[in-house]
């Protein structure tokens, strides 16, 4: 316990906290984006993935909980860090030489409130279904499943109707400024991952003069797939590639 007090109290012990975090924040997203690249398997599979995902109540909210609790590590300890690093340099900005450190994370801190901002509205959106969104909530249709792991770990049964997450998308990006507020919302993840994987390559002691321009390239590769990857959903709905 002690230790871990320890830990929090130091920025270095922050900064690892940071990298831990956002790596376990990156594996969510990664997994996630294999999930939704499953409309373009068509109905049933994105469906039966849905409702294997919610099959099981405590999985559901310990899975939920634990995302929160990771969360909310990371942007405590990241917000303190900034705070801590423009009171330690006051006058960064008139000096050039020591502006890149706090305007990187300056920018990391911004790019990461607008990703909550981001995250708020797709959890009232698609998951609360707030507002006008409640009529996602009457889209329902059976789910023609094939034997297989997700049959074995949440079986569908024929005659019943499940969640139509399908139907929801296609719904929901078929309205121009609701996909545009994605796109931007997956533009920032993607900036805010490429620095982060940069900082987080730096935490753990990866980065050195050899291995910088490596590291960076490989840092935005990846966010520009996960950019890709994510944008891809609303573009094929509003493109009307799937309907
Ligand atoms: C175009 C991009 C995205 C699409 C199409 C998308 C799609 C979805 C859908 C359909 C659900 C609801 C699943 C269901 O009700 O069964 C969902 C839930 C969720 N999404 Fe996304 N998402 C996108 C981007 C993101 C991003 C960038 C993040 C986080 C950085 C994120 C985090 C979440 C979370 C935390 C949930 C709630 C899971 C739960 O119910 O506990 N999503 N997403």
Excluded at 170 to 175: G, I, M, P, R
Excluded at 186 to 214: E, K, N, Y
């Amino acid at each position: 316990m002690k230790t871990l007090w320890q830990l929090v109290r130091s920025s270095l012990g922050r900064k690892y906290l940071m990298a831990a975090t956002g790596f376990l924040l990156f594996s969510f997203v990664v997994i996630h984006l294999a999930g939704n690249l499953k409309v373009f398997l068509g109905a049933d599979d994105l469906n039966h993935y849905a409702h294997m995902l919610k099959h099981r109540a405590w999985a559901l909210w310990g899975f939920r909980l634990g995302l929160l609790a990771i969360a909310l590590v990371h942007v405590t300890c990241g917000l303190t860090l900034v705070l801590e690093n423009r009171r330690a340099r006051p006058h960064a900005y008139a000096q050039s030489h020591t502006i890149q450190a706090p305007l990187a994370s300056l920018t990391m801190a911004i790019s990461g409130l607008g990703l909550a901002a981001f995250l708020a509205f797709h959890l009232l959106h698609f998951t609360v279904q707030a507002g006008k969104f409640a009529e996602y909530a009457e889209m329902r249709s059976p789910i023609a499943a094939e034997p297989g792991i997700m049959q074995a770990i949440a079986p569908v049964e024929a005659g019943k109707t499940y969640p139509d997450v399908y139907a929801m998308v296609v719904q929901a990006f078929s309205t121009p400024w609701i996909a545009i507020v994605y796109f931007a919302g997956v533009g920032l993840l993607a900036f805010h991952l490429s620095h982060g994987l940069q900082s987080m390559f730096q935490t753990m002691g990866w980065r050195s003069d050899a291995t910088r321009p490596g590291l960076m390239r490989l840092a935005r590769i990846v966010a520009l797939a996960v950019f890709l990857g994510m944008a891809s959903v609303p573009a094929a709905v509003l493109f009307e590639w799937i309907r």
